[in-house]
């Protein structure tokens, strides 16, 4: 059986795939990501909840959704940065 990429998630797959964001996050960008991952762990706890309030998880996803493209848009130009910081001994 094939699941409808249209219709929503249940809240407890959300939550597990909340779960599994945050510990990519805590594994690979600590610092970075701390503003993203706040916003992932609010939104894990409401999917969790016996009546999560839908509206809520919408917007805090949508927040997560345009932190993450910002955040990968600017990830390269970071690292060039970081890259010529270390080349000075600045880092």
Known sequence: MTTDPKLPAAPQ???TALAAS?????????????EL???FEE????AEKDEPNG?????LL???NEM??????LD???QAVQRVARLFGIL
């Open 13 to 15: 797959d959300l939550a």
């Open 22 to 34: 945050l510990k990519a996050i805590d594994d690979d960008y600590t610092e970075e990501m701390r």
């Open 37 to 39: 991952r706040a916003l």
């Open 43 to 46: 939104a894990r706890q409401e």
């Open 55 to 59: 509206q809520k998880l919408k917007a």
């Open 62 to 64: 949508a927040d997560a």
């Open 68 to 73: 993450a493209r910002t955040f990968a848009t």
């Open 76 to 78: 390269p130009a970071w």
